[in-house]
């Protein structure tokens, strides 16, 4: 229902304490960060954003830690298909 | 499948082999913005109108048998003619005016039928309290896309309305070419095992107009790739004899122009998303705003439809020229399941790109 | 660097994960899924995420579409509304295709209503500034993932004292049609991939009587298609092991606790209406928001005389049954006839990718035909 998408923050003007501007593959647009309390924001942090506003910080760690889980997916895959082809049928003779 | 299923899925065949109704009572947005109800306003108010055998298979130009006149070779002369409006807003924008696309638009539109470009008109239609200065402007910028395209603007039209009945300054070109060659080009003439290639990267033009709005308050450098492709796609048809469809894509993009062909050659086209080439901002623009590039519009693209054994040969021809640096194998045509156009995404998977059924817009959802 | 993007989209894991999906269904059992949201659906048909799952595995598409559900009467309301000497209407641009009774947006505007898209609610208050003498309505529509952006809008109009700015206010609420649809008899769902984005505001506490009073596990997740693929194998390893929790995939963007400072100003601008008709589901108890009579200056229904006339979903319209998977959209009686892609009845048809009109359009070609057919030939390898 709702499109949100991760942008880097690359500006937090000194004049304004409602704004930041985020980066989206190269592209930039002002975004309204009152919906994030004052959490403290640094360029270089990411933000999901939707409608022109920033609705949540993007916790680096947990990211991390999920593709970490999917690696381990993938290993575990890897290690299967290398089992299954070992196992294969015995030459004759 | 039950049969009641199967009766349902036959109803809504006969349903869509009707003849296609405008339901509207007036013109929207949706009409001009080159996917469905563009289609179906052309088929239900002109064709209708119109009907005639060079009109019907609505290519982007008539090719036009003249007698009187033979063509090097000795065979009867053949000439493309065709016309093209242009309103775009911001009149002036990165890489580009409504001058320049409107000289390139013709010149591709000839271009795509393996027409030499020869002679434009220009009509304008201006609003009253139109800047001179940007008349001046639009008018050099014509002139130079005119002499890079070795074409001539050799007659023209200017009306005047009041304020407020048209905005600023629109443009319409006509043009019509020779064509040297006995090729035979079509959306109709896609066959299985044929390649698709597109000559660059795509949807520049569309999402530059887009954030050059303002409204979007989107900073990119993204400009737009208006440029003359006949010289590029002179080309393609030195290089290869095997190209059996051109269109250059741009309103409703490289999706809609693919849909054309699959639906008009009866055979599936099927391309790999990670074969067609997206600068990074112009994806990111479109994840931005919700929108597929694929959908967006490009005034200096052209779509290839290739003889497979030959499709090296055309990638080659074309990354050769200034203006295919960036061209791409993106797909290929297959006979099943026929008209239909199928994504293998870059996830793995498959899916159906429709027709565009509106304007592509920014979306929440 | 991570970009938060192409890491889930990796076709490698993707096929890593559909075998460990595999792995975890029991042969001759199938499993029946719905994912809320609108934006999970958009996702599984852009990447073609079916492709990854076994047969077994069904993916049932829910009613988290914000356009689809608002019904016809309150589309014609706004357009009555925009239709008003000096009046500019505002919304995203989702909203200018679903029809009304009187059609939709588009055709409004084609009949003289001056009616303008935006990207952000913010917007709309920019073009209120630079029109002080027209009335700028925004038309505001969404799930609780876009209610803090209108409610943050409201805020700001009323600190700086706009005069010429109103809301008229759709948000829906999640929680109630989900409880619509668990409490429909004939509900034939095995769990619930949970709205990702709607849970940065809300958190994800409210879903635990999903899981206690209805015993069906939901796992909040992520719009990305290795996100949707995991949640999937989240859901099937709480069913192979007897549980049903509410779990969080989507960690990285979501805190349990949701977002406070947007659920406050959602509450100080907006309150509950008593009742609310969707598309297609029908009328549902407290699942949408109105505009608090504190800010009643803001609110577009207060402003101006709404007709408020109920066009009421015709009654052979079976969408809900659609909805929770109960029938398929060719069952439905009005299927193809009344309701088409050009004159959509139900929520269904509205979006192109809902069942209904992906049925429509598409339903001709099975799945494997289209699979069969783009991997008929080897990719082309030179670039």
Redesign the interface.
């Known amino acids: ?7 880097e923050i690359v500006e937090i003007p000194s004049d304004r304490t409602d704004l930041a501007k985020v980066d ?7 975004v ?1 960060i ?4 004052g959490q403290p924001l640094r360029p270089g942090d ?1 933000v ?6 920033a ?2 910080k ?3 760690d ?6 970490e ?3 381990g ?2 290993q ?3 290690d ?1 298909l290398a089992a299954l082809r070992d196992s294969g049928p015995e030459p004759e003779g | 499948m039950t049969s009641r299923e199967e009766q349902v899925l036959e109803r809504i065949d006969r349903a869509r082999r009707r003849k296609a109704r405008v339901r509207e009572e007036h013109i929207t947005m949706a009409h001009g913005a080159g996917g469905r109800a563009t289609q179906t306003l052309i088929e239900a108010v002109f064709l209708d109108a119109f009907r005639n055998p060079l009109l019907e298979p609505l290519e982007d130009g008539a090719v036009i048998q003249v007698p009187a006149f033979t063509a090097p070779g000795g065979a009867c002369a053949r000439l493309a003619f065709t016309t093209d409006s242009y309103v775009v807003s911001p009149l002036f924008f990165p890489g580009g005016d409504i001058g320049d696309l409107a000289v390139n638009g013709t010149v591709n539109d000839l271009a795509v039928c393996g027409a030499r470009p020869l002679y434009l008109s220009a009509g304008f239609v201006l609003e009253e309290g139109f800047p001179v200065e940007d008349l001046r402007r639009v008018a050099a910028s014509m002139a130079r896309a005119a002499a890079a395209a070795g074409v001539a603007i050799v007659t023209g039209d200017t009306k005047v309305v009041q304020r407020g009945k048209a905005d600023g300054c629109y443009v319409t070109t006509a043009g019509v070419g020779l064509l040297d060659r006995d090729t035979r080009l079509g959306v109709a003439r896609a066959r299985p095992g044929d390649a698709v290639l597109v000559s660059g990267p795509i949807g520049e033009h569309g999402v530059t107009i887009m954030l050059a709005r303002g409204e ?6 993204v400009t737009s790739d208006t440029a003359p492709l006949n010289g590029l796609i002179t080309a393609l048809l030195q290089a290869t004899g095997a190209v059996r469809c051109l269109r250059d894509a741009t309103r409703g993009g490289v999706a809609t122009i693919l849909n054309e062909i699959a639906r008009a050659s009866d055979v599936a086209v099927v391309v790999d998303e990670d074969a067609v080439p997206v600068r ?2 112009v ?3 479109c ?2 705003l ?1 929108i597929d590039p694929l959908y967006v519009a490009c005034e200096g693209r052209v779509v290839v439809v290739v003889a497979g054994e030959a499709a090296e040969e055309a990638l080659a021809a074309l990354r050769g020229h200034p203006l295919g640096a960036g061209a791409a194998i993106i797909g290929r045509v297959a006979a099943d399941p026929p008209s239909l156009v199928l994504l293998r995404t870059a996830f793995g998977g498959t899916r159906i790109v429709d027709v565009l059924v509106g304007d592509p817009l920014p ?3 | 660097m ?4 192409d ?1 889930y989209r990796d076709a ?2 993707a ?3 559909s ?2 999906i595999a792995g975890l269904c029991e042969p001759g059992r199938t499993y029946t899924f719905m994912e809320v ?3 999970h659906t958009h996702t599984i048909y852009k990447h073609g995420l079916e492709d990854h799952l076994p047969e077994s595995v069904t993916l049932v598409h829910g009613p ?3 356009v689809c559900v608002i019904p016809m009467g309150r589309v014609d309301d706004a357009i009555h509304i925009a239709e008003r000497p000096g009046v500019i209407m505002t919304s ?1 641009g989702d909203m200018t295709r679903v029809p009304g009774g009187r059609g939709s947006f588009l055709d409004a505007a084609a009949r003289g209503a001056d009616i303008r898209m935006v ?5 709309a208050l920019k073009i209120a500034r630079s029109n002080p003498d027209r009335q700028v309505v925004f038309m505001a529509i ?2 609780e ?2 209610t ?2 209108t409610a ?1 809008t409201v805020l700001r109009a009323a600190a700086e004292g706009l005069r010429n700015f109103s809301v008229m206010c759709n948000h829906v609420m999640i929680i109630p049609a989900i409880t619509a649809i668990l409490d429909s008899p004939g509900l034939r769902l095995d769990g619930f991939v949970g ?4 849970s ?2 809300i958190g994800c506490r409210p879903y635990e009587f999903v899981a206690r009073d209805y015993g069906r596990p939901l796992v909040v997740a992520g ?1 990305e298609p ?1 996100d949707i693929l ?1 949640a999937i ?1 989240m859901l099937l390893l709480q069913i192979a092991e007897g549980r049903s929790e509410v779990e969080n ?1 989507y ?5 349990w606790a949701g ?4 659920l406050r ?1 959602v509450d100080e601008v907006m309150e509950p209406r008593p009742r609310f008709e969707w598309r297609g589901l029908g009328s549902i108890p407290r699942s949408a928001l109105r505009i608090r009579e504190k800010y009643a200056a803001y609110d577009a229904e207060r402003r101006f005389d709404v007709p408020g006339g109920r066009v009421a979903d015709p009654k052979a319209c079976q969408c809900g049954e659609v909805l929770k998977g109960a029938l398929k959209p060719w069952e439905c009686k009005v299927f193809g006839t009344a309701c088409t892609p050009e004159t959509p009845i139900g929520t269904c048809m509205v979006s192109s990718e809902g069942a209904c009109a992906a049925y429509y359009n598409f339903g001709r070609f099975s799945r494997r035909r289209v699979r069969e057919a783009s991997r008929e030939a080897p990719r082309e390898a030179p670039r």
């Open positions: 229902m709702c499109l949100g998408i991760p942008g989206v593959s190269g592209v930039r647009r002002a309204n009152d919906l994030l309390d990411w999901l954003i939707h409608v022109g506003f609705l949540s993007i916790d680096e947990e990211a991390r830690a999920a593709l889980f999917l690696e997916i993938g575990a895959y890897e299967e | 979007l308050d989107i900073e990119a450098d990074p901002d994806r990111g623009a994840e931005l919700g979306r929440i959802c | 991570m970009r938060f993007v890491e490698d894991k096929r890593a994960l075998a460990a949201c609108g934006g988290g579409c914000p995203f990207y952000s609610p913010l917007d969404g799930f993932t876009t803090p952006s943050v709205p990702g984005h709607v940065t505001v719009f290795l995991q194998h995939q960690a990285r963007v979501v805190p977002n406070p400072r947007a100003a």
